[in-house]
């Protein structure tokens, strides 16, 4: 199965969960793998420690940009620092949050999740969402984002 398919395929069964899906850290691991590691996306490897991609700030969010869409094509991948809520919606993209560290409730439309370490969160295109820290600690997140063709 190429990369791209199986990307198709994995967007189609998290759609289909409802907007919302858990998977194992294995499961996410395995993901992350084939997309960076899949030449098929982009061409040569990109490689970049976290600690050398530039911060820079979104909504008062400092981020770090891992995987430019410039390089990812319709893929990007950000290391988001969320502080506080902020209600928006993605128009152009499907959205995947990975929680590295801290707790926070997830809602999107209508439907809210305690999340922290370890939980993916699907966010499909055009549904708002936010997440709301717990307990006065920042939530650190990899944010994966995947414009549909």
């Known amino acids: 199965m190429s990369s791209n398919s199986f990307i198709h395929d994995l967007l189609g069964v998290l759609?289909?969960?409802?907007?919302?899906?858990?998977?194992?850290?294995?499961?996410?691991?395995?993901?992350?793998?084939?997309?960076?590691?899949?030449?098929?996306?982009?061409?040569?490897?990109?490689?970049?420690?976290?600690?050398?991609?530039?911060?820079?700030?979104?909504?008062?969010?400092?981020?770090?940009t891992l995987l430019p869409a410039g390089i990812g094509e319709r893929l990007s991948i950000y290391l988001l620092t969320v502080t506080h809520a902020n209600p928006h919606a993605h128009d152009m993209e499907d959205q995947i949050y990975i929680i590295?560290?801290?707790?926070?409730?997830?809602?999107?439309?209508?439907?809210?999740?305690?999340?922290?370490?370890?939980?993916?969160?699907?966010?499909?295109?055009?549904q708002r969402h936010a997440l709301t820290?717990?307990?006065?600690?920042?939530?650190v997140l990899y944010s994966i984002e995947y414009r549909p063709v």
Do not use: K
Request: negative net charge.
């Open 133 to 139: 820290p717990l307990n006065g600690e920042p939530v």
């Open 15 to 64: 759609t289909e969960a409802g907007g919302s899906a858990i998977l194992t850290i294995s499961q996410i691991f395995n993901i992350i793998c084939i997309i960076l590691l899949s030449d098929e996306l982009w061409g040569p490897m990109h490689a970049l420690h976290v600690n050398d991609a530039p911060q820079a700030y979104w909504e008062g969010f400092p981020y770090r």
């Open 100 to 126: 590295h560290s801290g707790r926070g409730i997830m809602e999107i439309g209508d439907e809210q999740q305690e999340v922290g370490p370890g939980w993916l969160v699907h966010i499909p295109q055009g």
